[in-house]
């Protein structure tokens, strides 16, 4: 942004009325349309596949897996940080992989560790609810439309694992407990983020909250519908395996991630005025 310049000659510029120049910031995560949820679900989906296929498949072992997945998460989410604005292939993969790991660490908990879902399930709410807390003390807002610096960038992506971690052992508390299967199970959670968004929308409910707790809720939802395309069906599935499941998913995911990225239907315009005085 620049200032006018006084048109009166007797005026000379001086150092309160000289230009001032400021770099813009750009929002490190996508604008919050229809494609970001898509592509959301069908991340989780994978997650969820993806986790149970190297799991099953590579021979690694659950920690295995846990510590490969862990390292190229680690990778990518350098790569991120490293970017100077929202990039959507960057930004993608390392929710798809968050999506895995945090899966990984749920089932660790309870297939290796013996944690009951109960316990697993209250931990990571309450480690969730710490990140935020700590991260509206430190930068007074929760929205990830100022996901500009690399301390909010910090939190976001905290509570994003968090967020996967949760609606992983979450899911599978309530698809255990009230044995709905999967595909009832899908609907339930397709139900509680409609719920949210008339919340929202009728009834006035926080933007901040209304997207986090659907955030949450979508994790369960993705893991429902891989569990029912990819599961036999003898235990409820459709029986197209998580081999198929993944591939399907991720050419998907690829497509849009393709598109967005020409289009840029979902880049948030920089913050230019960051920084100046009122």
Not at 22 to 38: D, G, S, T
Request: glycine letters at 8%.
């Amino acid at each position: 942004m620049t200032y006018e310049k006084s048109t009166d000659p007797a005026v000379a510029p001086t150092a309160s009325t000289a230009p001032v120049r400021h770099r813009p910031r750009w929002n490190k995560v996508p604008e919050v349309v229809a494609y970001f949820w898509i592509i959301k679900v069908l991340c989780t989906t994978v997650g969820e596949t993806a986790a149970d296929l190297l799991n099953e498949k590579a021979g690694l072992g659950l920690t295995g897996v846990s510590v490969l997945m862990s390292a190229l998460l680690a990778v990518v989410l350098v790569a991120q940080f490293r970017t100077r604005a929202y990039k959507a292939g960057v930004y993608w993969l390392a929710v798809a992989l968050i999506s895995v790991v945090g899966t990984l660490i749920s089932d660790n908990l309870t297939d290796n560790m013996g944690v009951p879902l109960e316990l697993s399930t209250a931990v990571f709410a309450v480690l969730l609810v710490a990140v935020f807390a700590v991260w509206y003390r430190r930068e007074r807002t929760l929205s990830i439309h100022s996901i500009d610096t690399p301390g909010r960038e910090s939190f976001y992506w905290l509570a994003v694992l968090f967020t996967f971690a949760l609606g992983t052992a979450a899911g599978d508390l309530v698809s255990e407990r009230m044995i709905l299967g999967y595909w009832l199970s899908a609907v339930l959670f397709a139900l509680a983020i409609a719920a949210v968004a008339v919340a929202h929308f009728a009834l006035g409910l926080d933007a901040v909250w209304s997207f986090w707790i659907a955030y949450i809720l979508t994790r369960p939802l993705g893991a429902s519908i891989g569990d029912y395309l990819s599961q036999p069906t003898g235990d409820g599935g459709l029986g197209l395996g998580t081999v198929v499941t993944s591939a399907l998913f991720l050419a998907v995911i690829l497509g849009l991630v393709v598109y967005l990225g020409v289009t840029r239907k979902d880049v948030t315009e920089p913050d230019r005025d960051a920084g100046l005085p009122a």
